[in-house]
């Protein structure tokens, strides 16, 4: 009897191992795409849970990347944002899938893409940290800041003080005010869930950015009000 319960523990614990292993080096090109939004398409995605990485993820006007990630036991995945020579942005994720924290510190904004080219240059400093259980944000706290950010498309514009945080009260929402004395003062919200969002607030005639916003509809001539959705 002792024997055959030796055996079947044994057998277990093989079965456990092999299970384990096959999760690890499961190929992320079989799994991550379906837990994107239907809209979100990885591109050049190679390796497994265990370490892998791809060229960027794509959006409808929009992407980012490059992409890299690595397992640290005990269940710490470690993913990199950006080139790596260009102070790349650095999440460490712990306890996913039930009861998950984020730590997501900033770095060079090159890495967030525009069709054809970088969308920003510039650096954010300071760290978010979410927390959530499964695909849910039920926490946040903290925040990036930056005073040299440059919007690159579809001209070059300087959007001066920048601020954003992120919040999960009812939704899972990026939060962003851009200030520069005596031009500007914009807010975005952006839902992390369906990538749209809304600007609003003041742009002075005759700036460099009411030019741009009224050549896209947020800004009427003359007026200083902004109000733009997407």
Known sequence: MMR??????????????FALGCLLYWPAADWLPRLLPPQVTPVGLQGSLLGGGMQR?????????????????????????????AAPWAMVLSGWPWQWQADLAGGDLRWL???????????????VRLAGSWRRCQAAGGGWQGDGLQLLTPRRLALGESRLQVDCQTAPWLQGVF??????????????????GQVQGTAQPGSDMASVLQ???????GQSQVMGRF
């Open 113 to 127: 893409q525009a069709p054809g080219s970088a969308l920003l240059a510039g650096r954010l400093v300071g760290e």
């Open 215 to 221: 050549n896209i509809g947020w800004l009427r001539p």
């Open 179 to 196: 200030e520069r004395t005596g031009q500007h003062r914009l807010e975005l919200r952006l839902s992390l869930a369906n990538w749209r």
């Open 4 to 17: 055959w319960l030796a055996r079947l523990v044994v057998t277990l614990f093989a079965l456990m191992v």
């Open 57 to 85: 993820l794509d959006w409808p006007g929009g992407g980012a990347g490059p992409w890299q990630w690595q397992l640290r036991w005990p269940g710490r995945l470690q993913v990199r944002i950006g080139e790596s020579e």
